[in-house]
């Protein structure tokens, strides 16, 4: 034993056997590879996998964004989420697929009225999948805002009773507010809790407007993006330049929106930055890619 070993409170390092995996065995525990539609408009078709056919790779839509991943949707305010996190609950309920929906700046009643505007517009009946999404409200109750152990154990109590398969988070940013450093610590809670109990999660975040616009750090800053398997990034720009009237193709003074699949590890994606648009009724679409001036 040397000196350092003496000293109190040292602990032996110990092997610890559960953290080695065969790759063989590990993937039997994987979960297949697989989409899950969105309802999104244009959001499906821009994640793939590679298959090998006939002794050639090739490329194949997933036609969603995996299963049992996690993904941040970042932006500033006013650039889609919430309705983006929306048509996502009411079409995975519309699906038959329970759905948690985590609300942490409008209480319950008033993100309801916002589902069901967005089925209606979607021309689903919400009162055929109002019993398949379950809010918890932590805008409401700050012992669930202020207290991750408290909303995992109601959000784990949610997912065995309803038989939960994805859940929402609008905003993560307001779980962590006025303590920021905490950021990260708070999602990795979240993420792998998500990973623990196989759900496929959407977690907003806010940009704030000082974040580089649709870059890595733009990904809800603090490195959140390093934590979770997706980020999508939402900007808005208002056109005054004639170089950038050009670019979008819009006159001066209009806003433009705009849509980047910032990286996911769990499968190929669209890498291009593309228009988006908020239909008058409060749908969001994903369009063509930006080209070149
Ligand atoms: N029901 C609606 N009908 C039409 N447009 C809407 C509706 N709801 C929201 N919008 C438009 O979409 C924008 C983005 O909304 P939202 O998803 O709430 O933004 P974020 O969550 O990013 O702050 C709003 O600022 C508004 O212009
Ligand atoms: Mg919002």
Not at 155 to 181: C, P, Q, R, W
Request: with cysteine.
């Amino acid at each position: 034993m040397d000196e350092f070993e003496k000293t109190e409170g040292y602990e032996k390092p110990k092997v610890i056997e559960e953290g080695i995996w065969v790759a063989g065995e590990a993937l039997k525990k994987a979960p297949k590879l697989y989409g899950v539609p969105t309802g999104i408009e244009g959001l499906d078709n821009l994640f793939f996998s590679a298959e090998i056919k006939d002794g050639k790779v090739i490329k194949k839509s997933l036609g969603g964004i995996p299963a049992y991943s996690v993904t941040n949707i970042t932006g500033v305010s006013d650039t889609g989420k919430s309705l983006m996190v929306e048509q996502y609950a009411v079409t995975q309920a519309s699906r038959g697929e329970a759905v948690a929906f985590i609300t942490v700046e409008s209480p319950a009643p008033f993100v309801t009225v916002g589902l069901r505007e967005r089925a209606t517009a979607m021309g689903i009946n919400f009162e055929e999948i109002e019993n398949k999404i379950i809010l918890i409200d932590a805008a409401s109750h700050t012992s669930l805002r202020e207290n991750i152990p408290n909303l995992l154990a109601t959000l784990a109590f949610a997912i065995k009773n309803y038989k939960v398969k994805h859940t929402l988070i609008d905003s993560v940013t307001g779980l962590y507010e006025s303590k920021e450093m905490m950021a990260r610590t708070v999602v990795r809670q979240l993420f792998n809790f998500m990973k623990k109990w196989y759900q496929t999660a959407l977690f907003v975040s806010q940009k704030r407007s000082g974040h580089e616009e649709l870059t890595a750090e733009a990904a809800g800053g603090y490195a959140i993006s390093h934590i979770v398997d997706c980020s999508m990034v939402l900007a808005k720009e208002l056109i005054l330049t004639p170089t950038q009237s050009k670019l979008y193709k819009k006159p001066i003074g209009e806003i433009v929106r705009l849509f980047r699949i910032d990286g996911c590890r769990m499968c190929g994606h669209d890498t291009r930055t593309r228009f988006m648009e908020i239909t008058e009724l409060g749908l969001v679409k994903i369009g063509e890619p930006l080209t070149g001036g």
